[in-house]
């Protein structure tokens, strides 16, 4: 009896795999043509996609038929070009004005100094006097004013150094304040650029009875932003070379504070005449 059993579960268990086979394979065959439909978009889209990505890409260069020199032109106008480029011009005249004039050995010529000193050492002080006064440099000037009142007494003297001193100082600042005008000025013509490109990109949406194009639009707004980009170009410079200047020129005048009054020192004692 147990052998008939068996035998007659054979049977049904084979039964029942074969038929769980065939619902699988069934189920298989319905799954399979839409896991095609779903990921095949996905592989054929992204071929596609690049083709049009490179059809696109080889269609730029044709239409980019403009330098960018032309371009920053174009979008600025006459008006901004002109602007911009006087206040150029201008930055880089007083940069290399400034360059060139303050440095130590302009305002303190190492060959005047020798002398002067040559002058000194052998008590010649009324050659030293005029070399003093016909030298143009800064600190001839104030060693000019300082022998020009030692008549009058040693303090008499300094004093009068140390209105040279503001007087020469104050001449080099008005100088390299240019340079920190144009850096005011640059960004404030850049922002009047800004303001004037806005406006005129709204004033085409309110007189354009339709939507406007964009083309149309760009050129308003490129004029914005490049107006302020240019006034930025020039004014980080202008200020990052205006405070260089203005701690050169302190320095510069310890300096010569220090030189001079070492030159005038030997006549520390001499009383009024």
Same mark, same amino acid.
């Given at each position: ?11 049904? +268990? ?20 839409? %896991? #095609?439909? +779903? ?42 070009? #002109?602007?911009?480029? %006087?206040? *150029? ?28 000193? %040559? ?17 143009? *440099? ?19 003297? #300094? ?50 009875? +339709? ?15 490049? +107006? ?14 205006? %405070? ?30």
């Amino acid at each position: 009896m147990q052998r008939v059993r068996s035998m007659v579960s054979r049977p049904r +268990t084979l039964g029942m795999v074969l038929w769980a086979a065939s619902r699988f394979s069934m189920g298989f065959a319905m799954i399979f043509p839409l %896991a #095609v439909a +779903t990921i095949a978009p996905v592989v054929v889209f992204p071929s596609t996609a690049v083709a049009q990505d490179d059809e696109a890409a080889s269609e730029e260069p044709e239409a980019e038929g403009e330098s960018m020199l032309v371009f920053y032109y174009n979008a600025l106008g006459i008006r901004y070009v #002109v602007i911009f480029l %006087a206040l *150029s011009f201008g930055l880089v005249a007083l940069l290399v004005m400034c360059f060139l004039q303050i440095r130590k050995a302009v305002l303190m010529p190492p060959a005047f100094l020798a002398a002067f000193e %040559a002058h000194l050492d052998s008590k010649e002080y009324q050659p030293a006097f005029e070399l003093a006064k016909s030298d143009d *440099s800064y600190i001839g000037h104030v060693l000019a004013a300082g022998m020009g009142k030692l008549q009058s007494g040693y303090p008499v003297a #300094v004093e009068a150094m140390q209105e040279a001193e503001g007087e020469e100082a104050m001449k080099l600042e008005h100088k390299i304040s240019y340079v920190s005008l144009i850096g005011a000025l640059a960004p404030m013509f850049g922002l009047l650029g800004t303001v004037d490109g806005m406006v005129g990109a709204f004033m085409i949406i309110a007189k354009s009875s +339709t939507a406007p194009k964009p083309s149309a639009l760009a050129i308003g707004i490129s004029q914005a932003l490049i +107006t302020t980009l240019i006034g930025l170009w020039l004014a980080i410079p202008a200020i990052a070379c205006f %405070a260089i200047f203005k701690n050169w020129l302190q320095s510069l005048n310890g300096d010569i504070d220090d030189e001079a009054m070492r030159l005038m020192a030997r006549f520390q004692n001499m009383g009024k005449k």
